[in-house]
T-cell receptor
Framework: SQKIEQNSEALNIQEGKTATLTCNYT??????LQWYRQDPGRGPVFLLL?????KEKRKERLKVTFDTTLKQSLFHITASQPADSATYLC??????????FGTGTRLLVSP | DGGITQSPKYLFRKEGQNVTLSCEQN?????MYWYRQDPGQGLRLIYY???????QKGDIAEGYSVSREKKESFPLTVTSAQKNPTAFYLC??????????????FGQGTRLTVV
């Protein structure tokens, strides 16, 4: 069966540390992998995407890696801040098919 | 300002009634999507549409129906056949069809409660 899995348990880290979130998938062949941020009661907001033939992408304090052999993406937030506390969702962008989301991981950054 | 608008924000439905959730975008996006989110869960795809007058079922289409008569509009009807409709519903759009690396823009969501 097709699955997209993210850590269901919340990730608690201290301000200034690097947060690393994981997205694993099975039985999909995405053209792109995207990451979104969602705050309570609101719609997700796009952060960045990475193409299937790219290994790494950076944007300010954010970094994404994509390993199509392992079927895994890692999402890093460096120098984390309390304002980074939110739920982070990965999404698979599949050729001419659909955009499907993972279960999300809640990140809590403590001062 | 361009964006995607969902209405209403809150909706209450009696058991056995059909309700329609509105989604409108003025971004000139080709593709539109409906997702359902339950507490503490991710987004599950209900239906999506890549062009006008065409749409495809997602992973949980049973008990739902959609139409795409205009590019900017993609209403979702929650029918009485949907056994557990209480949830947070999100509409999204992308400039191009899936698989072409365009980001999704989301509405603010509609929270549907069956009373």
């Amino acid at each position: 069966s097709q699955k997209i899995e993210q850590n269901s348990e919340a990730l608690n880290i201290q301000e200034g540390k690097t947060a690393t979130l994981t997205c694993n998938y099975t039985n999909y062949s995405p053209a792109y992998l995207q990451w979104y941020r969602q705050d309570p009661g609101r719609g997700p907001v796009f952060l960045l995407l990475i193409r299937e033939n790219e290994k790494e992408k950076r944007k300010e304090r954010l970094k994404v890696t994509f390993d199509t052999t392992l079927k895994q993406s890692l999402f890093h937030i460096t120098a984390s801040q309390p304002a980074d506390s939110a739920t982070y969702l990965c999404a698979l962008d599949i050729h001419f098919q659909k955009l499907v989301f993972g279960t999300g991981t809640r990140l809590l950054v403590s001062p | 300002d361009g964006g995607i608008t969902q209405s209403p924000k809150y909706l209450f439905r009696k058991e056995g009634q059909n309700v329609t959730l509105s989604c409108e975008q003025n971004l000139n996006h080709d593709a539109m999507y409906w997702y359902r989110q339950d507490p503490g869960q991710g987004l599950r795809l209900i239906y999506y549409s890549q062009i006008v007058n065409d749409f495809q079922k997602g992973d949980i289409a049973e008990g739902y129906s959609v139409s795409r008569e205009k590019k900017e509009s993609f209403p979702l009807t929650v029918t009485s056949a949907q056994k557990n409709p209480t949830a947070f519903y999100l509409c999204a759009s992308t400039l191009k069809s899936p698989g072409q690396g365009t980001e999704a823009f989301f509405g603010q969501g509609t929270r549907l409660t069956v009373v």
